[in-house]
């Protein structure tokens, strides 16, 4: 089954600018979409098909995709942001699932 | 607006069952693919099981295939997952969610019930 790599966590200082990687076999090809979990909460979309954000979602949040990494973009950190971050991909190469990566757990220092 | 609202959660025993309940507010629950999404803990979100607006269209995570059952019921506005045979692995929150118009991706999702599944 197709896999979405990602770090297990990522620090940054409120203010500056984190960066959260998913890996996977020429992901640039599929829509990759990203969601914000809070501690003890649901999770939350906050880029849809690699780029885009959902009504609500500051501009800080951003996402690009190419070659075998897609990439989430959190400008202007707030403390706010901690959380985990999860990419997705509708995958029906070869069998129709909806994949997840493990996750990436961001603290802001 | 938007509501998902899990129950049906519980402590069981290995290979009994469990039916999970979600009710849906705030939008056309017909028109939408909806779908399951659990969560092991302190592990990420696994996707479980689909089902299309009219029920005609469902699948399952090779992990609950043969097991799980996914329905809905479009006058009351309500997801369900029928949850037989459970196994330890199955322990996780399940969360409902809402498929995109796009098929892609899940727009919103509920709060989550906890499965146990220890003897």
């Known amino acids: 089954s197709y896999l979405l790599t990602q770090s297990p966590s990522v620090s940054v200082a409120p203010g500056q600018t984190a960066t959260i990687t998913c890996g996977g076999d020429n992901i640039g090809s599929e829509s990759v979409h990203w969601y914000q979990q809070k501690s003890g909460q649901a999770p939350v979309l906050v880029v849809y098909?690699?780029?885009d954000r959902p009504s609500g979602i500051p501009d800080r949040f951003s996402g690009s995709n190419s070659g075998n990494t897609a990439t989430l973009i959190i400008s202007r950190v707030e403390v706010g942001d901690e959380a985990d971050y999860y990419c997705?991909?509708?995958?029906?190469?070869?069998?129709?699932?909806?994949?997840f990566g493990g996750g990436t757990k961001l603290t802001v220092l | 607006q938007v509501q998902l609202v899990e129950s049906g959660g519980g402590v069981v025993q290995p290979g009994t069952s469990l039916r999970l309940s979600c009710i849906m507010s705030g939008f056309n629950f017909r028109e939408f693919t909806l779908h399951w999404v659990r969560q092991a803990p302190v592990k990420g979100l696994e996707w479980v099981s689909v089902?299309?607006?009219?029920?005609?269209?469902?699948d399952y995570a090779d992990s609950v295939k043969g097991r799980f059952t996914i329905s809905r019921d479009n006058v009351k506005d309500t997801l369900y997952l029928q949850m037989n045979s459970l196994r330890p692995e199955d322990t996780a929150i399940y969360f409902c969610a809402r498929g995109s118009a796009s098929y892609l991706h899940f727009d919103y999702w509920g709060q989550g019930t906890t499965v146990t599944v220890s003897s």
């Open positions: 997705q991909v509708w995958h029906t190469a070869t069998d129709r699932v909806w994949v």
């Open positions: 089902i299309s607006f009219n029920e005609n269209d469902k």
């Open positions: 098909d690699d780029t």
